[in-house]
């Protein structure tokens, strides 16, 4: 198992590594809400999903050494919130408990959409998903096909996207 992890860990930093740019902590943080999810393991994400998250505020704190996170996740058709602080670790790599061990990682961010990759581990499969993300309720056709770009790039196939916002009813 410790093998696995470290195989993850080790993924995730080359996946840093073929990233653009470093990331522009100004940009990050702010109000935003999944726009799209999607996985290589969909019936994580789909409605009632434990990773179908809709996120309400990111916030870098420290030049993004620290990541604030803010979302909701149904559980029982009830919304529920969850928040917490992140530290950044070797390849700007963050991770956080949640429905297994997830290693989160902001793969792109403009000045409208920002897009997360997690991997998650809950024990029996690691299950590679995104987050888009917007500032707004919508992608604009560009940002769609940038979404999907990543997804692609990340193996997780296009077919499985999710248009989260049109299930968000948790409060603002």
């Not at 888009?132 to 196939?157: D, H, V, W």
């Amino acid at each position: 198992m410790k093998v696995l992890l470290l195989s993850l860990v080790l993924v995730l930093v080359c996946a840093a590594q073929e990233t653009p740019a470093e990331i522009d902590p100004s940009k990050v943080t702010g109000e935003w809400r999944t726009i799209y999810s999607a996985a290589d393991n969909k019936e994580k994400i789909v409605e009632g999903g434990p990773l179908r998250c809709y996120n309400r505020k990111i916030e870098c704190i420290d030049d993004c050494e620290y990541l604030s996170i803010s979302f909701y996740v149904k559980l029982d058709g009830r919304c529920q919130f969850f928040s917490g602080v992140l530290k950044r670790q070797e390849g700007g790599v963050y991770f956080i408990e949640f429905a297994g061990a997830n290693y989160l990682q902001i793969i792109h961010v403009s000045d409208n959409i920002l897009v997360l990759y997690f991997e998650n581990d809950d024990g029996e499969k690691i299950t590679k998903l995104t987050e888009g993300c917007a500032k707004g309720t919508s992608f604009t056709q560009e940002e769609f096909q940038k979404y999907q770009q990543l997804n692609s790039e990340r193996g997780i196939p296009n077919e499985n996207v999710e248009h989260v916002i049109e299930t968000d009813d948790c409060p603002p």
